[in-house]
């Protein structure tokens, strides 16, 4: 069946007995923002939500594996620790959320509910990412400052839950492969964006357009934003 919110139709419920075990609700609730429990699709198989619009950044050190060959495995997580506890707060101060860490990648999200406040959350999490580069060189990764290349991508996307054990909020979709792809072909202590952010920011930062040949997309036209620059009016 399906839910109504606010006399609207959402998200589709299997008809399948759904998890209500307040251990459940309470797992469920630790990997999930409270106002996006609401919205939930709950069954014995998985949660689901579709987000109509959101922004994703990903954050990557630069030449972590030839870095982390040269320390051991406790200076290894004491860095990534100190890297991680300055990025989420960097989450709490510009009002973004921490999807996840993946080994030394960073992924956050700004869900946009609607349309209007899409230009607010491509501006949070650039402002994000900025912050991203002025404290990484802080953390330093085998004597050395640690450096990053930032992704950011705009677009569709679905959050959930699947599987039946150690759960985690995650997001799947197109605009999560793109955000991934502007990160991987970026430039060191740059973030590079797709074109629909460029769009909304592009009267407020400076950017330099530039092709990138992305895995599975072919070539794609980005963005590069260098931390610190604002839009030149004339």
Same mark, same amino acid.
């Given at each position: 069946?399906?839910?109504?919110?606010?006399?609207? &139709? $959402?998200?589709?419920?299997?008809?399948?007995?759904?998890? *209500? #075990?307040?251990?459940?609700?309470?797992?469920?609730? /630790? %990997?999930?923002?409270?106002?996006?429990?609401?919205?939930?699709?709950?069954?014995?198989?998985?949660?689901?939500?579709?987000?109509?619009?959101?922004?994703?950044?990903?954050?990557?050190?630069?030449?972590?594996?030839?870095?982390?060959?040269?320390?051991?495995?406790?200076?290894?997580?004491?860095?990534?620790?100190?890297?991680?506890?300055?990025?989420?707060?960097?989450?709490?101060?510009?009002?973004?959320?921490?999807? &996840? $860490?993946?080994?030394?990648?960073?992924?956050?999200?700004? *869900? #946009?509910?609607?349309?209007?406040?899409?230009?607010? /959350? %491509?501006?949070?999490?650039?402002?994000?990412?900025?912050?991203?580069?002025?404290?990484?060189?802080?953390?330093?990764?085998?004597?050395?400052?640690?450096?990053?290349?930032?992704?950011?991508?705009?677009?569709?996307?679905?959050?959930?839950?699947?599987?039946?054990?150690?759960?985690?909020?995650?997001?799947?979709?197109?605009?999560?492969?793109?955000?991934?792809?502007?990160?991987?072909?970026?430039?060191?202590?740059?973030?590079?964006?797709?074109?629909?952010?460029?769009?909304?920011?592009?009267?407020?930062?400076?950017?330099?357009?530039?092709?990138?040949?992305?895995?599975?997309?072919?070539?794609?036209?980005?963005?590069?934003?260098?931390?610190?620059?604002?839009?030149?009016?004339?």
């Amino acid at each position: 069946y399906q839910r109504r919110v606010h006399g609207k &139709k $959402t998200e589709h419920f299997d008809a399948r007995p759904p998890i *209500e #075990s307040p251990a459940c609700r309470s797992s469920f609730s /630790s %990997c999930s923002s409270t106002s996006r429990m609401g919205r939930l699709t709950i069954t014995m198989a998985h949660i689901s939500n579709s987000i109509p619009s959101a922004t994703l950044l990903f954050a990557d050190v630069v030449g972590f594996t030839s870095l982390s060959s040269r320390i051991s495995a406790e200076q290894l997580v004491t860095s990534l620790s100190s890297l991680v506890t300055e990025l989420d707060t960097g989450c709490e101060k510009y009002g973004v959320e921490k999807v &996840k $860490t993946i080994g030394d990648c960073y992924m956050a999200i700004c *869900e #946009s509910q609607n349309i209007a406040v899409e230009r607010n /959350s %491509c501006r949070s999490l650039l402002k994000m990412a900025d912050y991203i580069h002025h404290v990484a060189p802080r953390v330093r990764l085998a004597d050395l400052p640690m450096q990053m290349r930032v992704g950011m991508a705009m677009g569709p996307v679905v959050g959930g839950v699947i599987g039946t054990s150690k759960f985690a909020y995650d997001y799947w979709g197109d605009t999560v492969n793109e955000a991934s792809r502007m990160e991987s072909t970026g430039v060191p202590g740059a973030t590079q964006v797709s074109t629909k952010i460029y769009q909304h920011l592009k009267d407020e930062f400076a950017f330099e357009s530039r092709k990138v040949f992305a895995k599975g997309k072919g070539e794609l036209e980005a963005f590069l934003h260098i931390p610190g620059r604002k839009a030149q009016y004339h």
